[in-house]
């Protein structure tokens, strides 16, 4: 591929990690100002007596080392760690309106909030309030409603076990279970189509499986920017001669070669350690054909030679697989070949590895969860380990891939818009009143509502709601609708600025920072994404002597809103942790038996996974081969037209929070406004690297929905795909583009049409 000059674009020909790792992590220290206390804070992070990192949800080792970061978790907690202030003084300088032109980076790097300011329509600032005032005004706002469901309650994947379990208590105490939460838009898949499959969203393996598999099938994520701590597993694995197989639209330097930082060899001789053994290059959304072609290969091999299939496994363990197999039997290989971009040698390459392969664990992550039919894609990966009866046995597993530190233990704990009836019922039984039974609002729902005036009042318990979510077109407009907004946050964001009547900003102590309550350092938990739950404690002084915890905030607002509560003792339970998890002990029988005593041992403890111990909580009783026909639903409607694009995070940044403007792995460098394009495509609409392009929402009849002026590059993608920036491109993703079970957004397929860039362009629906 010819190389040509495009501002800010160059190759970056190192591996990932090494020296560029470290440079990187001085230079986020610098930039917050927190050089010497920043320092000193990542030498807590991980540890057993430390705080959890902010970052990812990879889990810890058993033995840590003194330096259990990586150099995205550095970023989050040079972020959070930051000497920058946005105090009143700060807010005064400018409007919302001025605020609104700034940049999503810009806008964060305002540092930590320092009080609980309230937005003044009458000259457009947010100016200070105390914090008796802004829990009157959100308790008054909440018991002013005709309605419950009037309100939602959205949760960011960051919140604590504790935070998360009391807010779930209050959304259901005040009678709705609008939960919208982070989940929604990331993993919903996983929690929607697992369950159908093994009995339970979530992954079955543990950390200790890798040192045991010989073959990790990687599909859909890119360990190195998302979740980077996963690299020494993936390096170990390698290292000691695991097979590891890629599957992705785009070639991802971590997952071609991994240095160390840890590593004195490799850091001094610039060495570093090859990571995928074989790489996939799938078109975009092409994973349920691929993986259904393996299984249909792997099928032909047992006719042929016999002995591939756990037979034994498939017998006593599983239904419905002769079903399965006369789906696979019926698919015919052209048909495979085009829905996943690969030819049939390829695909029956990787079969034949995986059915040698002795223990096989099988990764995935929003590259996989964020397209139409991702709940059914989910399933078909399950398909394929039960084939060979890879779940339940040292070394093989299926592994969800999660995003922020908690977002599955939110969840865990209760913040759910689909409550089971058994949370229900012991939140009926240990708390003495009845819980709304009606299910609630997704996100993708709770914007409709807003739309429609249906919803009054959004509380957002951490996170960047309308810039995470799709479609900020509608999304914006719906948030400006509100009667009011509040929303708990360390930092502000740009969701904070689409203000409606009233809007209040509740400052939060963050991970990092010693919490005290009554006199007494408190402590809370965290589960990260292999269901090991453990403690994490703040060590830094608070950035301000204003801030509260989540908890205490989640309590402040419920005594607002209920005022003495004969019921719920909110605020004893703000001040006393271990008294909540109690109640989450109580709640949840079984999983947090002696919830205190477990979380004061070093590591935390496992919660109950049964399909670990193959015990498989379905209907049938047994793990389910669930049939799945991913051939409708052509997200280009036929349009030869039409390219499919998805979105990607740059290695500055996690979610919605831009640390920087570099894609080091990827050759971009101060900027973020780049779509990589394939050569042929390029040539065959007459287009060079550096060109100006549009992109606009293939569909959309308004012309709105544009992401203007993007420079194209070349990159090794398959034809007919594109990439480009979240959240930046967010305005194509339509919001009732999303997953028709689960209702996850389809951030990593939106049909698009890519045209040379013209000013006052109105519409990208036509061909000409």
């Not at 160059?10 to 100002?33: F, H, N, S």
């Not at 009926?428 to 739309?451: K, L, Q, S, W, Y």
């Not at 049964?610 to 052509?634: E, H, M, Q, Y």
């Amino acid at each position: 591929m010819a190389e040509h000059k495009v501002p800010g674009v160059r190759p970056y020909r190192q591996a990932a990690g090494g020296w560029g790792a470290v440079k990187a992590v001085a230079g986020a220290l610098t930039d917050q100002e927190t050089v010497i206390e920043g320092g000193k804070t990542l030498l807590r992070a991980n540890q057993p007596e430390g705080f959890d990192c902010p970052g990812c949800a990879w889990p810890d080792p058993k033995h840590t080392s003194s330096f259990e970061f990586c150099e995205n978790g550095a970023k989050a907690v040079a972020w959070e760690a930051t000497s920058k202030r946005a105090t009143p003084e700060v807010f005064a300088l400018h409007t919302v309106s001025e605020l609104l032109t700034w940049s999503d980076h810009q806008i964060e790097d305002l540092g930590r909030l320092t009080e609980p300011m309230a937005y003044d329509p009458a000259d457009d600032r947010y100016k200070p309030i105390g914090w008796n005032e802004a829990f009157a005004r959100t308790g008054a706002a909440l018991r002013g409603l005709t309605d419950p469901n009037e309100a939602e309650f959205y949760a960011s994947g960051r919140a604590s076990n504790e935070a998360a379990f009391l807010y779930q208590l209050l959304g259901r105490r005040f009678g709705t279970n609008n939960f919208p939460d982070c989940s929604n838009m990331c993993h919903e898949p996983t929690s929607v189509g697992l369950p159908d499959s093994i009995g339970l969203g979530k992954g079955s393996v543990t950390l200790e499986d890798f040192d045991h598999a010989d073959l990790i099938l990687c599909f859909g994520h890119n360990p190195g920017t998302n979740h980077p701590r996963m690299m020494a597993t993936l390096r170990e694995a390698s290292r000691r001669g695991a097979t590891i197989l890629a599957f992705n639209p785009l070639k991802e330097r971590a997952l071609e070669k991994f240095a160390s930082p840890q590593d004195p060899v490799e850091m001094a001789t610039l060495t570093s350690t090859p990571i995928a053994s074989d790489y996939y290059q799938l078109t975009i959304g092409g994973d349920a054909l691929l993986v259904q072609g393996m299984m249909k290969a792997v099928l032909a091999m047992d006719a042929l030679d016999g002995g591939v299939l756990d037979r034994a496994f498939i017998e006593e363990h599983t239904t419905g697989f002769e079903a399965l197999a006369g789906h696979l039997e019926a698919l015919d290989w052209p048909t495979i070949e085009a829905g996943c971009g690969l030819p049939r040698a390829r695909i029956e390459q990787a079969a034949a590895v995986y059915a040698k392969a002795k223990a096989a664990i099988l990764c995935y992550g929003m590259g996989l969860t964020q397209h139409r039919d991702s709940s059914g894609t989910v399933q078909q990966l399950v398909n394929l380990l039960l084939l060979k009866g890879n779940i339940g046995r040292p070394g093989a597993g299926i592994c969800p891939l999660r995003g922020h530190s908690n977002v599955q233990g939110a969840r865990t704990v209760g913040v759910a818009e689909k409550p089971s009836a058994a949370l229900l019922n012991a939140i009926r039984d240990v708390f003495g009143f009845e819980p709304p039974r009606a299910d609630g609002h997704t996100v993708i729902e709770a914007i409709a509502a807003m739309e429609r005036g249906e919803t009054k009042v959004f509380v957002g318990l951490g996170g960047n709601f309308a810039v995470a979510a799709p479609d900020p077109v509608r999304t914006f407009a719906a948030m400006r609708k509100l009667e009011l907004a509040v929303h708990v946050a360390t930092k502000p964001n740009r969701t904070h600025l689409l203000v409606g009547r009233a809007a209040i900003l509740l400052p939060c102590l963050g991970r990092t920072e010693l919490d005290v309550r009554a006199g007494v350092r408190q402590s809370v938990t965290v589960e990260d994404s292999m269901s090991m739950v453990h403690a994490s404690r703040g060590l830094n002084p608070p950035a301000s002597e204003h801030l509260m915890s989540e908890p205490a905030i989640v309590a402040g607002i419920a005594t607002a809103t209920f005022g003495l509560d004969p019921l719920v003792d909110w605020p004893g339970l703000a001040n006393d942790y271990d008294a909540i998890r109690d109640l989450i002990a109580r709640v949840f029988p079984g999983a947090f038996d002696d919830y205190n005593d477990k979380v004061r041992v070093p590591g935390g403890f496992r919660l109950p996974v049964g399909p670990s111990d193959r015990i498989w909580k379905t209907a049938s009783g047994k793990a389910n081969f669930l049939v799945n026909d991913p051939r409708g639903g052509d997200p280009r409607r036929g349009d030869p037209d039409v390219m499919i694009l998805t979105t990607v995070r740059s290695h500055d940044q996690y979610n919605t929070t831009v640390y920087g403007l570099d894609d080091r792995y990827r050759g971009v460098f101060g900027r973020r406004d780049v779509v990589f394009a394939n050569p042929d495509d390029m040539a065959r609409m007459g287009l060079a690297e550096g060109d100006l392009v549009d992109l606009g929402a293939a569909f959309d009849e308004t012309g709105e929905r544009v992401a203007r002026a993007f420079t194209v590059v070349a990159r090794e993608i398959p034809p007919g795909c594109l990439a480009a920036y979240y959240p930046e491109t967010n305005i194509v993703i339509a919001l009732d583009d999303h997953d028709q079970r689960s209702g996850t957004p389809a951030y990593k397929s939106a049909p698009v049409r890519l045209r040379r860039h013209q000013v006052g362009w109105n519409s990208m629906t036509s061909k000409s």
